[in-house]
């Protein structure tokens, strides 16, 4: 969870050596912050079994 934050907080000097790259790591670490999301949510459901 802490990517995100990590990511933010060294999105503005990063862009301004290289844009891309900078979006491309605070779109990747949102990414993995919704798919912990995503497994918190599908273990804590009742009707979870697994996979």
Avoid: Q, T
């Amino acid at each position: 969870m802490r990517l995100y934050g990590e990511a933010h907080m060294r999105f503005h000097k990063l862009k301004l050596v290289d844009g891309e790259e900078a979006i491309n790591n605070l779109d990747c670490a949102f990414e993995a912050k919704l798919e912990a999301f995503h497994s918190l949510y599908d273990v804590n459901r009742p009707d979870y079994i697994g996979e």
